[in-house]
């Protein structure tokens, strides 16, 4: 969570006119969601396509092994950051082996 509070979407300028660079680590832009996509590590190849696609860098590399229900063993998993993912969809149409599910987002 960033250190100091920041506007909501509907206080921005009009525009949405960046008055500071380099600030978008800084907004929580999760609660835009109506559905969430979720991966599911044992269909998961890491081809790593949704880390590409996604226009918000909401997919994160970590190093985390995982081994398959068949045995296939991964040295990293892909996790998402939901605190800037806004539910696009895009992960989940570009995903080649339809590992990643798009659910309603419940608050």
């Known amino acids: 969570m960033a250190s100091k ?3 909501a979407w509907n206080e921005l300028p009009a525009g ?3 008055i500071e660079p380099g600030n978008s680590e800084e907004r929580y832009t999760g609660d ?3 559905f969430r996509p979720v991966i599911n590590q044992d269909k998961c ?3 790593l396509l949704c880390w590409v696609y996604c226009p ?3 997919f994160d590399i970590v190093e985390e092994p995982y081994e398959t229900s ?3 063993k991964y040295k990293f998993s892909l996790k998402i950051d939901y605190y ?3 539910g696009c969809g895009i992960c989940v ?3 080649p082996v339809n590992a990643i599910d798009f659910v309603e987002e419940v608050k």
Do not use: N, Q, Y
């Open 93 to 95: 149409e570009e995903c």
């Open 32 to 34: 835009w969601r109506v």
């Open 84 to 86: 800037h993912c806004k």
């Open 70 to 72: 068949t045995g296939r």
């Open 16 to 18: 949405g006119i960046i």
């Open 5 to 7: 509070e920041l506007p």
């Open 45 to 47: 190849i890491r081809c």
């Open 56 to 58: 918000d860098s909401a």
